[in-house]
RNA sequence: GGCGCCAUGGUGUAAUUGGUUAACACGCCGCCCUCUCAAGGCGGAGAGUUCGGGUUCGAUCCCCGAUGGCGCUACCA
């Protein structure tokens, strides 16, 4: 198929300095939906330039979070580790158009500058001494082994502008921008150039990235301008603070994606609770009364996106939003949609039920609009599905500390053991009328009950339960009422 | 400090891009339902759009200033 100009390339370039972080992975869902919506091409690419900070495990880390939230990317990744010669060759251009220069300060020599422009209340920008060396001295010196960096050479005056597709114009003045390193003293390139020489070299249409990127974009359109390469589209996304509006960090909790998978996240509910931060679909979103919706699945996610939607103000993670979001998503799945879902979970728990497939599936029905979160289903909801399950003492202090219900709970197991029929009906006309015989209130048999046979206190109608359980777990269960808690 | 960006209830966002009782969702509170807890139904509190000036018959919306927040200010990305 051939390309035509209106099929986007877009990126996302995240640096293996650390796992997936949340707002990576919003930037990286903007440029999925972005690319899925036009039908154009994600390119995953890794900014591994900074060998110090990088490990390939963190590499692994952030593939796993893009698997996690189903962001699949067409080409990639690509590792900037190993197209050094690129960002070599773009240098080389840079510095025979004039547009770059050999600078022979030393790291201590910038360092004690910078540290006395400061004292002395001087911006700490480099002087540009090293500008002012002959062309072939500088070359001479740097034959001669001696150890250098490259810089660009920044126009002295003027400003330099571009439009970004959020923000609109963005002027910075030249006098602002300093002349950045380029290649370091050891021929690794530094982030500017090697972004600019990927993208250029990638294709790229689109630079969607967060706005943090924002005062660094004049040093890029810098150097697009000095290979006479046209811009792409620049599209900052506003970044995600935490409750305190401060940038989000380990300090507001898990930043890491993969964090909200081991919360129990469903990875859907995680990628429309991110989507709605930053952008909005506007009236495309509302639904026939004029009221915003929220949940929308993937199709409808990359039918809705649009550049346009982005708003221009930063967003604070919410995380009572989320929990809303994944229990929207665990009540609408069905329960076979659910079970892998589930089944990690009960790995993770180290067990297996030992129920039929069709009872573990019932059981998910019955249970799952009660879920917060994926782990109910191996923690809270265990009872459902295997017979160990342990009881939650405050369950027990609250509807199960009575000896005497505990008595009349085994006496009723008794009642169930010698009643042939077992529906939700016939289950509950003998608990009332056991209660009444007894003369105690069936509420309080009910709760009891409901303690008994899954350990909580929080469940669905204990019939139903009773039903899905089946008729001998229950009479075991209830016949045990004596021995909860003292284990 | 310098430069840049942003600013609507607690949070995310709307508001035919100057004319609305400033809307919706999450959260919160109350009531109903009820065997628990959710859900659901119903109702409520919560912003006069950061503040101050303009422009205008009229500003959430346009302009200026202030304040606040965030970002950048590396031979990190």
């Not at 009221?291 to 995380?319: H, M, Q």
Request: hydrophobic residues 40%; charged residues 25%; glycine residues 6%.
């Amino acid at each position: 198929m051939s390309e035509s100009v209106s099929t986007p390339r877009v990126r996302f370039a995240p640096s293996p300095t650390g796992y997936l972080h949340v707002g990576g992975a919003r930037t990286a869902l903007f440029n999925w939906l972005y690319a899925r919506h036009f039908g154009g091409t994600l390119i995953l690419r890794i900014e591994d330039t900074d060998f110090e900070r990088s490990s390939e495990e963190m590499v692994e880390g952030i593939l796993e979070g893009m698997r996690w939230l189903g962001l699949n990317w067409d080409e990639g990744p690509f590792y900037q580790s190993k197209r050094l010669e690129l960002y070599r060759q773009t240098a080389e251009k840079l510095l025979a158009s004039g547009h770059a220069y050999y600078c022979f300060c030393t790291r201590e020599e910038l360092e004690q500058r910078r540290a006395a422009a400061v004292a002395a209340g001087r911006p700490p920008m480099y002087d540009r001494r090293c500008r002012r060396i002959e062309k072939d001295i500088a070359a001479q010196r740097k034959a001669a082994g001696e150890a250098c960096a490259l810089r660009f050479a920044v126009p002295e005056g003027g400003a330099t502008s571009f439009e970004d597709a959020v923000f609109g114009k963005v002027e910075f003045s030249n006098a602002e921008i300093e002349d950045f390193v380029l290649l370091r003293s050891d021929g690794i390139p530094t982030y500017h150039l090697s972004v600019v020489a990927d993208d250029i070299d990638m294709r790229l249409t689109h630079i969607i990235r967060g706005a943090d990127h924002i005062s660094n974009t004049p040093k890029q359109v810098l150097q697009y301008r000095a290979l006479g390469v046209q811009l792409p589209v620049f599209a900052h996304v506003p970044l995600i603070l935490g409750p305190d509006k401060t940038r989000l960090s380990k300090r507001h909790g898990a930043t890491s994606v993969i964090a909200y998978k081991e919360f129990g996240i469903v990875p859907e509910a995680f990628r429309n609770f991110l989507s709605l931060l930053g952008w909005t679909p506007g009236a495309a979103g509302k639904d026939a009364d004029g009221k915003d919706r929220e949940i929308f699945g993937s199709d409808e996610l990359i039918r809705l996106f649009s550049l346009d939607g982005i708003s221009k103000s930063n967003a604070v993670f919410d995380n009572d939003k989320l929990a809303w979001f994944n229990t929207e998503y665990i009540r609408a799945y069905d329960a076979q949609k659910l079970l892998p879902l589930i089944e990690e979970e009960w790995a993770k728990a180290g067990f297996t039920p030992d129920r039929s497939q069709d009872e573990v599936l019932a059981a998910i029905n019955l249970v799952k609009p009660r879920a917060r979160n994926l782990k109910d289903f191996a923690i809270a909801f265990r009872a459902y599905f295997i017979d160990s399950f342990e009881y939650d003492p405050a369950a027990v202090a609250k509807f199960l500390k009575d000896d005497f219900v505990r008595a009349l709970l085994v006496e009723l197991a008794a009642r169930y053991e010698s009643t042939a029929e077992f529906t939700e009906a016939s289950t509950e006309q003998v608990l009332r009328e056991f209660a009444e015989e007894k003369g105690v209130k069936a509420g309080a048999l009910i709760n009891g009950s409901r303690v008994a046979l899954t350990g909580q206190a929080v469940a669905p109608s204990l019939f139903a339960v009773m039903v899905n359980l089946g008729k001998n777990r229950v009479v075991k269960r209830l016949a045990a009422a004596n021995n909860v808690g003292t284990v």
